[in-house]
């Protein structure tokens, strides 16, 4: 791909939407690699906040009364250092990563306190222009006016087939390894929370270009939105 060409002086904000699985935090890296942008996982600061109410033990606390989010958000650092994630200045890339924290992590999204407080952070990341961030409100809620919206879909079984994988390269530090059919109902749950909750639903914004990865490859998945990209940088020049 002619990266040069996407270096251009206008800089713009890519916001990548779309379920879990459907290959947005891949596509999202690699087109900011192309393009010399920052990438943002804002998936992964969601994922920081969850791993930190598991590992507090106060998962079931939160359940009951939500409210109580606000002494896990009192004192927290999230940072990203090129691939990597820390929190609290330890490196959690992989145990965000974790089939526990996949399953708690619609939950803690959809607590009010969480989605303002990582909103104003990711909103800080993106100020200066030049990123692409992915998430499941990031056209629709924290950069609604991005140059370029784009969302995600592919069908349950194929993003269950995803994560199988993902998880299978990974076996070795797992306890048992999720059945196939296991996942495609986590993440059929999962879509459900996500479209319902109260606060930032996964939706798609008006203006987003919508790409169903279903039987996409990466590299092709991945060249069309840098081709959007570079439309929408030489549109702004």
Same mark, same amino acid.
């Given at each position: 791909?002619?990266?040069?060409?996407g270096?251009?002086?206008?800089?713009?904000?890519?916001?990548?939407?779309?379920?879990?699985?459907?290959?947005?935090?891949?596509?999202?890296?690699?087109?900011?690699?192309?393009?010399?942008?920052?990438?943002?996982?804002?998936?992964?600061m969601?994922?920081?906040?969850?791993?930190?109410?598991?590992?507090?033990?106060?998962?079931d606390e939160?359940?009951?009364?939500?409210?109580?989010?606000?002494?896990?958000?009192?004192e927290?650092? /999230?940072?990203?250092d090129?691939?990597?994630?820390?929190?609290?200045g330890?490196?959690?890339?992989?145990?965000?990563?974790?089939?526990?924290?996949?399953? %708690?992590?619609?939950?803690?999204?959809?607590?009010k306190?969480?989605?303002?407080?990582?909103?104003?952070?990711?909103?800080?990341?993106?100020?200066?222009?030049?990123?692409?961030?992915?998430?499941?409100?990031i056209?629709?809620?924290?950069?609604?006016?991005? %140059?370029?919206?784009?969302?995600?879909?592919?069908?349950?079984?194929?993003?269950?087939?995803?994560?199988?994988?993902?998880?299978?390269?990974?076996?070795?530090?797992?306890?048992?390894?999720?059945?196939?059919? %296991?996942l495609?109902?986590? /993440?059929?749950?999962?879509?459900r929370?996500?479209?319902?909750?109260?606060?930032?639903?996964?939706?798609?914004?008006?203006?987003?270009?919508?790409?169903?990865?279903?039987?996409?490859?990466?590299d092709?998945?991945?060249?069309?939105?840098?081709?959007?990209?570079?439309?929408? /940088?030489?549109?702004?020049?």
């Open positions: 791909m002619p990266v040069e060409q270096k251009s002086t206008k800089r713009i904000i890519i916001a990548i939407d779309g379920p879990a699985a459907s290959g947005k935090s891949t596509t999202a890296r690699i087109v900011a690699g192309q393009l010399g942008y920052i990438y943002i996982d804002t998936g992964a969601y994922r920081s906040v969850t791993l930190k109410a598991i590992r507090q033990d106060i998962l939160l359940k009951r009364s939500p409210g109580s989010v606000d002494v896990l958000l009192k927290i650092s /999230i940072r990203f090129g691939d990597r994630i820390f929190l609290d330890k490196d959690v890339t992989e145990a965000i990563r974790e089939n526990l924290v996949s399953r %708690e992590v619609s939950f803690i999204s959809s607590l306190p969480v989605r303002d407080r990582l909103r104003a952070m990711q909103q800080e990341l993106g100020r200066q222009k030049g990123v692409v961030m992915d998430g499941r409100d056209g629709t809620v924290v950069f609604p006016d991005a %140059e370029l919206k784009v969302f995600l879909v592919a069908d349950a079984l194929q993003r269950a087939k995803r994560r199988y994988a993902e998880l299978a390269s990974k076996s070795a530090g797992l306890l048992r390894l999720p059945s196939l059919e %296991e495609e109902q986590e /993440i059929r749950e999962r879509d929370a996500d479209a319902e909750r109260e606060h930032a639903p996964l939706k798609k914004h008006p203006e987003a270009v919508e790409i169903d990865t279903s039987e996409l490859t990466i092709t998945q991945v060249s069309k939105v840098y081709d959007l990209a570079l439309a929408r /940088i030489q549109d702004d020049c």
